[in-house]
């Protein structure tokens, strides 16, 4: 064929592949869906919400622990064992404990251990204070309780031996009682079998239930007694209490330079209505000073942050978006106070905020 003819015939060919070629990018880009998704963009709306005119409450959401408290060892038994109480058991003042040398072993009350057997040849003591208080509280000791063993102490100890079948000496052996300070003890976990002697019988906590939780330095400074809280327990029931105590922390462990944590306890009054030992949830209220009359709250996830390190939201009105700087307050909740915005700021600009105004949200 002449160069002429061929030429004549090779450029519709590659005219035809071009057209095909294009076709086929133009099915496998799709470029009308990018037009469409483009043009829909710049017409959808922006999310938005009203700005709310209300009060603002933070909590705090703290993990705690229902227990008795530590478990404390009783001394051990000065003879041999005979009878032991059961775990769960309550004791209170003058109730026997457990039993030594079949002679019961009764709970008294103090701030220290007995270490010397008491009758009229004792020389006077806070030993025999202790003594006498107990035999008061318990009806057999109606003189002055001045730590001096006379005839009226001789006569309520012989008494006080009497009621438990202890033989009358009118003498007071410190084996005959255990002493914890408080006017009950619940008896935690058995620690010694029938027959052994010099060993203690048990382990013991305090008769009510309550909750520790551990907080963090900046809680602990946070909160304070008296501080409302409400414990979820573990069934879903609800109470409402207050802080009893708050423990800073920061006291030696003796482990190494450990110190212990902050940690809060929360008492229950009604006892009846806390369930068992284990693991609860507690809310704590901490209430802002400046929440005492409705201020204007809007979601975080509307405050954008500013190159001056403040804050802005953006106000959707008329189809149009507006910036305008705030003044934030208390946040909490994933909600925060605008104190202040637009022109009410020393050198702001742009609207100031109303109930109502629709800001727009971050996506």
Excluded: C
């Excluded at 160069?3 to 519709?12: K, L, N, S, T």
């Excluded at 709970?107 to 007995?114: A, D, M, V």
């Excluded at 000791?141 to 006379?150: K, L, M």
């Excluded at 102490?153 to 009358?168: E, Y």
């Amino acid at each position: 064929m002449p160069p002429r003819h061929r030429a004549r015939w090779v450029w519709p060919a590659v005219a035809g592949i071009l057209v095909v070629a294009l076709g086929v990018g133009a099915w496998w880009f799709r470029p009308w869906e990018l037009l469409a998704a483009s043009e829909a963009g710049a017409t959808e709306e922006p999310v938005t919400t009203a700005v709310e005119l209300t009060t603002l409450t933070s909590q705090m959401r703290l993990n705690a622990q229902l227990s008795y408290g530590d478990a404390v060892p009783l001394r051990a038994a000065g003879g041999t064992i005979t009878t032991l109480p059961a775990a769960g058991t309550i004791v209170k003042t003058g109730q026997q404990v457990y039993e030594t040398d079949g002679h019961p072993v009764v709970l008294f009350r103090g701030s220290r251990p007995f270490w010397r057997e008491l009758s009229v040849d004792s020389d006077d003591g806070e030993d025999i204070r202790q003594l006498q208080q107990n035999l008061t509280d318990l009806g057999f000791y109606s003189g002055n309780v001045d730590g001096g063993f006379g005839w009226l102490t001789r006569q309520a100890v012989r008494d006080w031996q009497k009621s438990l079948g202890l033989p009358q000496t009118s003498v007071f052996s410190p084996s005959s009682v255990v002493v914890t300070d408080s006017p009950g003890i619940r008896i935690a976990q058995i620690t010694a079998r029938l027959g052994d002697s010099g060993a203690s019988p048990a382990t013991y906590t305090e008769t009510t239930l309550r909750a520790t939780a551990k907080l963090t330095a900046a809680q602990a400074r946070e909160l304070s007694v008296g501080t409302p809280v409400t414990v979820t327990l573990p069934d879903g029931t609800e109470i409402d209490t207050t802080l009893a105590a708050i423990d800073p922390g920061g006291q030696p462990t003796g482990e190494g330079d450990a110190t212990t944590s902050p940690s809060a306890t929360i008492e229950f009054p009604d006892q009846a209505g806390v369930a068992a030992a284990g693991a609860v949830a507690v809310r704590v209220v901490v209430k802002d000073d400046r929440e005492q009359s409705p201020t204007l709250i809007v979601p975080v996830t509307a405050l954008l942050a500013t190159a001056g390190g403040g804050y802005a939201v953006e106000v959707y009105t008329g189809g149009e978006i507006v910036r305008t700087p705030v003044q934030v307050g208390l946040v909490a909740d994933a909600r925060a106070q605008i104190l202040a915005s637009g022109t009410d700021i020393d050198g702001g600009y742009g609207p100031v905020l109303a109930a109502g105004n629709l800001v727009v949200l971050a996506r």
